[in-house]
Structure formats: structure tokens, C-alpha cells
């Protein structure tokens, strides 16, 4: 973003931003505050702390996210592209802070990976990745309530995968059900349990 953007589209990015935070669970989406201080913020892209993400950071999170959100009757996370939409929101909207927290624990789920299974994570079998992803799910969630201090890196990723997800074509159209709007108005509509959930307009 330049220092030339506009008052009115920086309002316009917060706004869509807030309802897709709405949309995960509100004020609870690690790095709502960060992706909102994106907007409010300009800055030359050689400020950023850390280096870009590489084709094999992407390929990680690629599979980090297809193993939270795998394929099924509708394309994964990986199909939809949610590992390059990760590395971007790290890049671009994240503080220093979180992108280190976020960079180290890339690190520290390798680690994790190989001293579990002996194998780097993009070679272990997809039961593998889910053995380890589940581990580090507990302990995030265990972290989050003990503390209120920084949030634990595979909730940070857990977050941007669902975020990336359902906010892609693929998560709109055919995870959930989209209709283009405007529309007709329907104020009471029958749902039958199990039907796909509609999809937001943010």
C-alpha cells in the first residue's frame, strides 16, 4: 500500500476485513488488531522484517493447511491455494512480532515432524501430518489458556488457513453455498442439518 491510498479505500479494506474476522469467530481471529493496523499503515516493502517466503515455506503451508482442511467431497486447501494466501498475509499484515513467532514455528513444526516421525513434513504420510497437527492443536489450545500473552504459531497458521479457505472461489462456491447477490430476498428460508452453510458477503 502507498502513502497515496485513499481515506475511503483504507476504510473499505477495514470493513471487508472485520467481517471476515466476524465471519471466524470475531475479535477471537489472531492478528484481527495486525490486519487492521495493515490498513491504517504504509510502509516501503524493504521495511518488512524477514525474508519472502520460498516456493518450499509455500509448499509447507500448502500441506499444513490441506491436512486441517483436506478434500473431501469439495476441493482442500491446497487446491484453493491457501499456502501462498498464508505466506501473503504474514508478509503484508503482520507485525514484526507475529511474523516471527509465525516464521520460528515453521521451524519448530519441522522439527517437531522429524523427531516424531523421522521425516521432514512434506515426506511423512498424510496420517502422519495429522498425528502431529493434532498434538500441536492441544497444545495451542492448552497455551491459550493459560496465558493471554503471544499467541502459539499453529493457531496464528490454523486461523489463516481457515481464513485463505473460505474466503477463496473454491471455499465459496463449493464449501458453502453462494448466491450471487443482489438477490431476492428471502427472509425465512428452510434449512435441512447437514446442508452446506450459505456464504457471507464481506
Not at 502507498?2 to 467481517?19: D, F, G, P, V
Not at 483436506?70 to 507475529?98: I, L, N
Not at 521432514?120 to 500473552?149: H, I, M, Y
Not at 464449501?175 to 425465512?188: H, I, K, V
Request: neutral net charge.
Amino acid at each position: 500500500m502507498t502513502t497515496a491510498t485513499s481515506t475511503n479505500e483504507l476504510i473499505t479494506r477495514r470493513e471487508a476485513l472485520q467481517r471476515v474476522s466476524a465471519l471466524l469467530g470475531g475479535v477471537a481471529l489472531i492478528g484481527h488488531s495486525a490486519l487492521l493496523t495493515g490498513c491504517a499503515t504504509s510502509g516501503s516493502p524493504s521495511a518488512a522484517v524477514g525474508a519472502p517466503f520460498t516456493a518450499n515455506e509455500i509448499a509447507l503451508l500448502d500441506e499444513i493447511a490441506d491436512t486441517i482442511l483436506p478434500t473431501t467431497s469439495t476441493p482442500g486447501a491446497k487446491a484453493a491455494g491457501v499456502g501462498r494466501f498464508m505466506a501473503t498475509m504474514v508478509t503484508d499484515a503482520y507485525d514484526a512480532g507475529e511474523k516471527r513467532i509465525f516464521r520460528d514455528g515453521m521451524r519448530t513444526l519441522e522439527r517437531e515432524c522429524r523427531e516424531l516421525h523421522g521425516a521432514d513434513f512434506l515426506t511423512v504420510s498424510p496420517q502422519q501430518r495429522l498425528t502431529l497437527l493434532e498434538r500441536l492443536d492441544r497444545e495451542q489450545f492448552e497455551a491459550a489458556r493459560r496465558t493471554s500473552r503471544a499467541p502459539h504459531y499453529f493457531r496464528m497458521m490454523k486461523e489463516l488457513a481457515l481464513l485463505g479457505y473460505f474466503t477463496s472461489e473454491i471455499g465459496y462456491t463449493q464449501a458453502l453455498r453462494y448466491t450471487e447477490t443482489p438477490g431476492r430476498f428471502d427472509p425465512c428460508v428452510t434449512y435441512t442439518p447437514g446442508e452446506k452453510a450459505w456464504a457471507p458477503h464481506a
